[in-house]
């Protein structure tokens, strides 16, 4: 075999190798200010391990953001305080956010997560409330 011959098969090697991508979701922060809001997932389950969410808000003219919750457990309530009309992030484990993303505009968060419940929302004031929390899930 000759030395280009060696290459290319070793090449071939190199591309057979199974590759550990890294998951991607695809997040639409959706709705306007005094109206309805959500968030919207591609996929609502990923497998443990590097995570990228690829974050668009999708509103006209409302600034919306993502923070990445994980819960103790399961079915966990996040509750609302009446006096902020917002999530009391003190009390939660936040594994990292893209915060004040403009309409209109893109941004990534790349973080590594151990299998559990979480949930994304966007915290900003009354948003939770007019829908934006939306359960995700990452297995073990
Ligand atoms: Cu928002």
């Known amino acids: 075999m000759n030395r280009i011959a060696i290459y290319a098969a070793f090449g071939v090697l190199l591309s057979a190798a199974p590759v550990l991508a890294a998951e ?21 389950e990923v497998p443990a391990g590097e995570v990228t969410f690829e974050v668009v808000n999708a509103a006209a ?11 103790d457990k399961a079915g966990q309530t996040l509750e609302i305080d009446p006096a902020k009309n917002r999530i009391d992030e003190d009390k939660l484990m936040s594994m990292g956010e893209v915060g004040d993303l403009k309409a209109g505009k ?20 009354g948003h939770a409330a007019a829908g934006m929390i939306v359960p995700f899930t990452v297995k073990g």
């Open 24 to 44: 991607t979701v695809s997040v639409q922060l959706i709705g306007e200010r005094g109206g309805q809001m959500s968030i919207k997932l591609d996929k609502s």
């Open 61 to 71: 003219n409302t600034p919306h953001e993502m923070v990445v919750i994980k819960l």
């Open 106 to 125: 893109m941004d990534t968060l790349t973080v590594t997560l151990a299998p559990g419940a979480y949930e994304l929302i966007c915290n900003l004031k």
